[in-house]
Each structure stands twice: as C-alpha cells, then as structure tokens.
C-alpha cells in the first residue's frame, strides 16, 4: 500500500535526514516506526504526504507513484494525526471532526452527523463533547479528536507522528488499548510514529527499527524482541527485552504440557485429550499425580490429586489461546497450583492444554525466529497480519 524505493532527504544545510530508505507497508497493516530522536521518522512520515518531498527515490500508494498526485488530492486519502493535534480553538468538537468532509463538499448536516458517529467510535459522547470547545477537553480527549478527524473523510492510509505522546502514561496506555480496537474495526494502512519501544510493540504488526537516517531492522515486534537483527538494534531493545517479549508472544498449543485428563463420564483417567499435542511424557497415565478433570463437552471441571481421586479441586481460571504470555504468567503466579488450564476459544472454550512456567519458557523459545530479513524492501508485501 505505502511502498519506499530508495528515498534520501538532504535537507538545505546538508542534513541527510533519511538515506536510502526501502520498505513497503501491506494494506491494513499498523507499521510503528521507532527510534532515538533526530533519526528521521517524521522526515519519513512527512514524505508520505508531501509535506516534504524526497531528494531522491520515490515512494509509491497504492501503486501510483506519489509525486505525480497532486498534494491536496493526495492528503484527501491520508490522514494525519499529530502530537499538538492541531484542534482549530474556535470551533467546537463537532466541527472540529468535521472539518475535512466540510472542505471536501459534503452537505454540513451529513459531515456532521458523520463526526458523532466519529466522535463516538473513538470514545467521546457526541451529546457531551460534541458542543464544546478544545479548551474544554483534557489532553486525551483533545487526543481522540484528533483520531476522529483524521478518520472523518474515511481515508485508506493514516500517519501519525507521537500521536499518544502528550499525555500521560497512564492515559497514554488507555489510548494505545483504545486505537487498536478502533484499528481492529477500521483496519487502515497506519504508519506511527513513535520513540517509545514499549508503544512500538505494543502497537506495531511490523516495528521498524532507525539508526541514523536508516532502517536497522523491519519486522514483528516478536522478531525484533527475540531476535534483534544488529548489536544496534539489541542496545536499542534493551537487556529487558526477554520479559518485552513476553507480551508480544501468544500462548500456543505446541507449548502447553499434556496432563492426564478425567472425563466425568468415566471412571479411570484416560489419554491425554485427543485435540492435544502428542504426550511429552510415556509414563502411564495412570502413574501420573494428578489429572485435569473434563465434563462430557471437554470443559475444565477441575483437577484430582492420585492420592485423593475421589476429591475433584477447583481448577485456576483457565487462560485462552493467544492470550500474552505476560498476561498468563501474571495469572500463573497468582495461583499456588503451579499450573493453568489453557482453553482453546475457537473450540467454545474446550481445554487444550497446561501451562506451566517450563511451557512459557518453551513458547518463548519457539517463538525465537531467526530474524526474516536484516531489513529492506519486501519485494512480496507481507500478506497475513497478525491476529491480535
Ligand atoms: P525524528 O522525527 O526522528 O526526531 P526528524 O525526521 O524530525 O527526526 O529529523 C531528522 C534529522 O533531520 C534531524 O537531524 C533533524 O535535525 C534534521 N531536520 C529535520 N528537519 C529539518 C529541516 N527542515 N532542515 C534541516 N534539518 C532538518
Ligand atoms: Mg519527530
């Protein structure tokens, strides 16, 4: 969708803000671009629209080679989400919203009945906020109007530059929770702007990494956390960055250990269940110290101990494939049984497994890749988005 062919900013004075940059976000992907201050992320995002124009290379939308659309033309397709939001002061919340259907001829009463379904979507009550005044909004109000109207013309592409930035963390963190549900419905082609790691993996499908002018590394947040592609890039990520990983990698089948099961409507434990990995272990499983307890439809009833089989236990509350190891390891060390049920949603929540801290250190492992590429231009736009 956004596509960078060898693009090079030298500014006047002689700064090379941007040196040969190729990269290419696919169509409804969320790119986060992250990096030190003064590496060229906004030089690179302003290009995007024009703001300002390479001094070599060129970039491409949707194909078309971007310094042949005319720069009002192309911004109508691009919205831009700034830290200063740009909020006009004079105008109310609605108008506000409204300003780019306003400019673009849609009839007033349709524009804005378009900005409070807008104003809604991003979290803001149309009937509280709609009448005020920017003045009148907190900062992460004044941040979501800004989501808004950049939304209002329905544009594919949006960039944003530090758009979370001036808030603070805790509002921060809400906002980043807020946009990717929002993102989830509205699926955009998104390049974010960001010097904040934690916001890039959070956010990113793909993070690229600067250096100065350059992209170091352009890959999953789990690639760049798990297998940073330069000494650079592992600096950048931090000596913390196995604990990052744990956000960004998903509790998976193949991780979980296999336990015998029960099935209430049977007597004797049985093989472990037959949608699970094949058993890690070949001792009997009536051998085994303790057993899952399934009813007739596979759900977690709870657990037996092999001295007390006739006491069935409460079981943790199970964790969902796909959950964050993060979130499953905080579950996990909230419990003394060592050990958390994990149920399968797309299976209407039938158990599909065991985590237990050896099974999130086997999933972190496996999700250790070698890095897809140092960099680059992907020459074959990436296809699947993670899900999330
Ligand atoms: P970032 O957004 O990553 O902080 P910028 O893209 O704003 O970085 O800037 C990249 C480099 O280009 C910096 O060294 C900055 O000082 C320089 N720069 C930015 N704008 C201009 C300009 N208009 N003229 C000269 N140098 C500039
Ligand atoms: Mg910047």
């Known amino acids: 969708m956004i596509r960078f062919e060898h693009v090079t900013k030298r500014y006047a004075d002689g700064t090379t803000a941007v040196d040969d940059l190729s990269f290419e976000v696919a169509e409804g992907e969320l790119v986060t671009l992250v990096g030190p201050s003064g590496c060229g992320k906004t030089t690179t995002m302003k290009m995007v629209n ?11 939308l949707a194909g078309e080679d971007i310094s042949a659309i005319d720069p009002v033309q192309l911004r109508r397709r691009i919205g ?7 909020l006009f002061p004079h105008r109310t919340v609605l108008d506000n919203t409204a300003t780019v259907p306003a400019l673009l001829g849609v009839p007033r009463a349709r524009a804005r009945a378009r900005a409070a ?19 009148q909004l907190s900062g992460g109000q004044r941040q979501r109007v ?17 758009p979370f930035g001036a808030v603070d ?8 929770n807020e946009f990717l549900r929002l993102q989830s419905q509205v699926r955009k082609t998104v390049l974010l702007v960001t010097h904040d790691l934690e916001e890039a993996v959070r956010l990113g499908d793909r993070i690229a990494v600067y250096g100065q002018g350059t992209i170091e590394q352009f890959d999953t947040p789990a690639r760049v956390l798990g297998a940073p592609a330069t000494p650079y890039v592992a600096d950048f990520v931090g000596a913390d960055r196995g604990l990052k990983r744990l956000s960004v990698t998903a509790v998976d089948a193949s991780a979980l250990e296999d336990v015998p099961v029960l099935r209430t409507d049977e007597a004797t434990p049985s093989a472990p269940a037959p949608t699970s990995a094949p058993p890690t272990s ?15 439809d596979g759900r977690v009833q709870g657990w037996v101990a092999a001295e007390e089989p006739g006491r069935t236990r409460p079981a943790p509350e199970p964790v969902p494939l796909g959950a964050s190891l993060r979130e499953a390891l905080a579950a996990l060390l909230q419990h003394d049984t060592g050990w958390l049920p994990v149920v399968d949603p ?9 985590l237990t801290p050896a099974a999130v250190h086997r999933a972190l492992r496996a999700a250790s890749p070698e890095p897809t590429e140092s960099t680059a231009v992907t020459e074959q736009p990436a296809k699947s988005l993670s899900p999330r």
């Open 50 to 60: 024009r703001l300002i124009e390479p001094t070599e290379g060129r970039i491409l």
């Open 80 to 86: 831009y989400v700034i830290q200063q939001v740009g």
């Open 117 to 135: 379904e807008l104003l809604d979507l991003v979290g803001l009550d149309p009937k509280t906020y709609g009448s005020r005044y920017p003045e």
């Open 146 to 162: 800004g989501v808004a109207r950049a939304l209002a013309a329905d544009p594919p592409v949006l960039l944003m530059d530090e």
């Open 169 to 176: 963390p805790v509002v921060r963190e809400h906002l980043q």
């Open 282 to 296: 070949t001792a009997p499983a009536s051998d085994a110290p303790w057993s899952v307890v399934l009813d007739a």
């Open 346 to 354: 797309a299976e209407g929540g039938r158990y599909a497994g065991v």
